[in-house]
């Protein structure tokens, strides 16, 4: 399907069919990785990313009475992950940072909790926050992992050289999901209309499209190999 200069790959129901066989198939790699080869990082992520996406256009599809506000963060979280797959797929040294953010946002949730305690807090909790950042460190160190930031929506987008796609969306999610003038100074019929939503939809649909191809892609090519 045509929307506007791009390509969907089906209608929401075959992407989300294809994300699901993508899906089985990075499942079954990842149980056949042996401990003596080590983790396959790549693997990981694109398995990780790619049932993340199939959640994501899922709810798109389920919100078409709901808030569009729901909408919005569905379809900007849909263009995030696309543009995670299509990064580590240029560089997959860049997996073993993608899973090393994991613990580094563990650690600063972990942090932020401490950084609330009050002198009446029980000990038995602070330990307890203490031991788990310990243990992240910990296996962080053991598997060489390198406790990595995330990378910001605009760094993914230059370097993935989708930074026209994101200067011409990403300021319109934004306006959907914070407190913008936008919407509050808004009547509810001009921001919440069916033109508003379709492009949510569709987009959510393009991004979700381009995610399925990249992985199905890259998984076709490693078989050939």
């Keep these: 399907m045509k929307y506007g200069h791009k390509m969907i790959n089906g209608s929401t129901e075959d992407i989300n069919a294809n994300l699901r066989e993508i899906i089985l198939l990075l499942n079954d790699k990842v149980s056949n990785l042996r401990e003596k080869d080590g983790l396959d990082f790549v693997i990981i992520s694109l398995r990780n990313l790619t049932i993340y996406t199939s959640k994501l256009l899922e709810r798109l599809g389920e919100y078409k009475q709901s808030p569009i506000e729901f909408s919005a963060i569905s379809a900007r979280n849909l263009f995030e992950c696309y543009l995670l797959v299509a990064y580590i797929l240029s560089d ?44 992240i460190n910990e ?32 300021k319109l999610y934004s306006k959907y999901i914070h407190p913008s003038s936008w919407i ?42």
Aim: hydrophobic share 35%; net charge neutral; proline share 4%.
């Design 92 to 135: 997959p040294s860049k997996a073993k940072e993608f899973i090393g953010q994991k613990a580094s946002e563990e650690l600063e949730i972990n942090e932020g909790f401490l950084s609330i305690t009050k002198p009446g807090t029980p000990e038995v909790v602070i330990k307890s926050i203490q031991s788990r950042m310990s243990c």
């Design 139 to 170: 296996l962080m160190k053991k598997h060489g992992i390198p406790l990595e930031k995330h990378w910001t929506v605009s760094f993914l987008a230059k370097q993935t050289n989708n930074k026209v796609e994101y200067e011409a969306f990403f």
């Design 184 to 225: 509050v100074n808004n009547f509810l019929y001009e921001y919440d209309n069916p033109v508003f939503r379709n492009i949510f939809l569709l987009q959510g649909q393009h991004y979700a499209s381009c995610t399925q191809k990249l992985v199905s892609d890259y998984l076709r090519d490693q078989t050939i190999a």
